[in-house]
Structures are given as structure tokens and as C-alpha cells.
């Protein structure tokens, strides 16, 4: 059995999504803090950069956004990543992953869903939902 699968959101978790939408190849923002420095924690170490690093062990990480469906919305997002200090050795070896359909995954990091605990949100409560850089 391989390691559980983290769906990571792309735009307002990775990609601060500052402007807005502006089209499935346009990624005009910077990074969230920390995002890119958190990826690589959360992904095994390409041999391109060290071929002696110990045996990764945690959950594999793969990007799915409204972009995945498209081609080029996945290349962009590959690029900008790679723009914003990712090394290419991620995406040139497979390690980080960019399925065109949401995966089965463990857990999902989104910044537009309400967690679920039991009970159903209002509609009221679900048109007052804001995401966490908007509050």
C-alpha cells in the first residue's frame, strides 16, 4: 500500500490568488509564505539533488486545482512552481504530482470548503463563507 494521498488546492494555498482569476494559464501572484519551503518537506528528495537522502515516509502530496482539466493550466502551474524556487527535479523526475482528476485522497487542503463536523451548514452560513485570505 502506497503513502495516503494530500490533495493540495493551487490557487489560495500555494498561489496567493491575490487578482483573482485570469484564466486557466495566467498565474500572476506570488506564492503563500512558506508554501513552496512546505511542499518540499512533503515530497521525497529527487536524486537530482541528493541520491543519498534518507527514504521518504509521509504522505504523497499532489496539486489539484480547477486548472488540472486543462494542459496548459497544469504546465502553467509546473512552471510557476518552478519560477517560485521549486526545483525542476520534482516535476522532471514525477515526485510532485498533477493529476487532471481529483484523486482519492486521505485529506484535501483547500481554501474554499468548510470542514465537515456532523452537521450541515445553513445557506445562509455557506453565502457568508470567506476564505481564510479574504476574512
Known amino acids: 500500500m502506497g503513502n495516503?494521498?494530500?490533495?493540495?488546492d493551487f490557487d489560495g494555498v500555494i498561489h496567493s490568488y491575490k487578482s483573482g482569476w485570469k484564466?486557466?494559464?495566467?498565474?500572476?501572484d506570488d506564492p503563500?509564505?512558506?508554501a513552496i519551503e512546505w511542499l518540499m518537506r512533503h515530497l521525497p528528495t529527487p536524486d537530482a539533488i541528493c541520491a543519498m537522502a534518507p527514504e521518504y515516509k509521509g504522505p504523497e502530496v499532489q496539486i489539484y486545482s480547477s486548472r488540472s482539466k486543462s494542459w496548459f493550466g497544469r504546465r502553467a502551474m509546473k512552471k510557476w512552481l518552478v519560477r517560485h524556487g521549486l526545483h525542476p527535479a520534482y516535476i522532471?523526475?514525477?515526485?510532485l504530482k498533477f493529476p487532471a482528476k481529483?484523486?482519492?485522497a486521505f485529506l484535501t487542503i483547500d481554501d474554499r470548503a468548510i470542514c465537515f463536523n456532523g452537521v450541515f451548514p445553513t445557506a445562509e452560513e455557506?453565502?457568508?463563507?470567506?476564505?481564510?485570505?479574504?476574512?
Open 4 to 8: 495516503p494521498i494530500i490533495c493540495v
Open 23 to 28: 484564466g486557466v494559464s495566467e498565474i500572476p
Open 32 to 34: 503563500v509564505p512558506g
Open 92 to 95: 522532471r523526475e514525477g515526485i
Open 102 to 104: 481529483k484523486p482519492a
Open 126 to 135: 455557506m453565502m457568508k463563507f470567506k476564505p481564510w485570505n479574504k476574512k
